[in-house]
């Protein structure tokens, strides 16, 4: 976003992968429901008619603020002017990165490419045995994280397992089909109004899937998961709780929170340093009552403009007014026209709520070929049940991309 | 095909992926023109509505022909009353099984996907350099083979680097791209009348492909492929030379040719076996003029239908007819607007070929909605430059599918 607005400056968009990737669809993909092509987009294609952008595909390493330079895993350093850090931030797993082999997360392409793999080979292991006596844990899907991520991917799973995907395997029963969204909290979607949250629950609940609150995972095996006192089986498990910054923002030398995130000041700098922002799930950033924002991607692309105007219009330091966040609400999908949105005083549910929803993605959506795609991928899904998607690539077991860090500057 | 044909028998489809590839355009999806999604389609959406066929995602071991079991590598063994083998092939490396590695084929979609993402890595990395000194062997393509497959890669690769990646990688001068199409005997397309060859040669040497004929490879390295006399540094080799059927073959315990392809009888049965049936690549069948009819897609399909026919009407061995294929002729694409074709005494080349070739495939792609899409993709394609297939997805370098066999039952 910072890259897209800024017009004048010489600009190197570094990152580790060669697209971008419009996050809040990722779950579409994770259920099959969307191809990878349709929600991303490859970055050189996007800054083809913006001459003054570079990008580098690269993996951040360190940032040196004395000598001006990132070092790069695969070249050499680059020196800045001004460095904008944007590395998004990965799961955290509490003290338990061990966790993360059996219980992945869903931030990257990748990620949900080996997660839709994973659970449609799941079915049709299931169905291979011609019995799902002895299969139960490969179809037992446990969700950690009663966030509009976890409840976004319950809803899909929910959708997928009991409409589209019944039909094609016959010897399966759809009641061995057990699908489980665990939050450690009262509630889930805890940013959301309680009374959406219930309507929330009731839908979910409706659709089979079986919510656990008050429930903190104690323990994540390949074979199970520890829920409260109760241990599931279940070789399914996706982590959607809380968030990690990247290690890369350790470099900075700047004070950060407890998750990592960089502590920065009004106009989003670091202290003493009026020309390296941090920005997005990044930065650790108040509002006017001291609250942190949350990392969701309209706080980091209003601030990727933010940072833009200030380069652009070259701004003193002294000069700059504060960053503020314009929250024009929020909505999370739980299936086909089932959604919750909050805009302001204004509460809504139901199918209004999911077109809304509908309407705002697509139009987030950063082409408009790709606008045009998703819709008519939708209207295909919705009308047929027959998702384009269901592609199992032949890979190795030991695929499972290893990753320490997850960080590039958009 | 047979299985799409066969309305009345209980059907058992047996294969390792659980997707149906339309093959012949594989090589768009390796050179990003296409994303997966739009040439394959899922076997069990395909067959939703065919109660009679019963998919299963397996690999088939071998075929025990005295208890009538086929031996599976995940499941228990499965027992036919009528057997249907249609495992395709692989290339041949004549002997030097070893050079796979380094120089993959394309017969799958892991290797397309494979290849697309290896080709994209050299791009980054040689744009990451800002220069183009040293990454010579990485910008260096060679396709070892001259038929079909080899042309048309040739020619996608072309025009992809030529036109489509040019303004996306600033730092890389375009004469640094080379491209090589090698080929063992004394001209490209070889089952070709020898003046479309001519025409195929000097439309890709317009595009800026280098045609080496009459040499074939001595050796395949990580780091580079001999040609003759003449050593190559190129990390790109891709093959396309020769194919070899599937090890299964030998399990039925018939004769084979030296492609290890049986021997079939001209109902295509195996000999004293009237209900085992091969098919496509893995099937020598000759004509009337006793020559193997080519391993092509067309063939396939024909003895497919002619298969499922005498299943259908319970044809008893001795009041078969032989199988005989209707030779619709032959067509190959070199780039936009270029292709030549040839059917019966009719030569074709340059745009109208193209056209044709675009409609025959179009229309062979087995479902409504992929035409539509296919369609839609290579319009914008052509119009904008803009391959949308472009995305890398993160994996470990040592994520190369490992195969021995490759088959399923059609």
Redesign the interface.
Known sequence: MVARSLRHADVTLID????HVFQPLLYQVATAAL???DI???L??LF?SQRNV?????DVVSVDRTTRMVSLR??LRIAFDILIVAPGSRHAYFGHDEWETAAPGLK???DA?QLREKM?LAF??A???RTSTGVRSQLTFVIVGGGPTGVELAGALAELGRKAMG????SLRLEDLSIMLVEAGPRILPGFDAELSAKASAALTRMGVMIKLRNPVSAVHADGVRVGQEWIPSTNVIWAAGNRASPLLSTLSAPQDSFGRIKVRPDLTIPDDPWIFVIGDAAHCVDHGGKPLPGVAPVAMQQGRYVADLIDHDVPSEQRSPFVYKDRGMLATIGRAQAVAQFGPIRASGLFAWLLWCIVHIFFLISF??RLRVMSEWV?YYLTF???????????A??R???STDHGHE
């Open positions: 580790r992968t060669n697209h191809s990878p092509g991303a987009w490859p050189r294609t083809r570079r990008v580098m595909m690269d695969n070249s990257t392409m990748t490419v449609l049709e292991d169905e291979r045995r039909p094609d395997f016959p070929r790709n295909w027959k998702p384009g998607a269901k592609l199992i690539f032949e890979r190795p030991t695929a991309s290893i990753r």
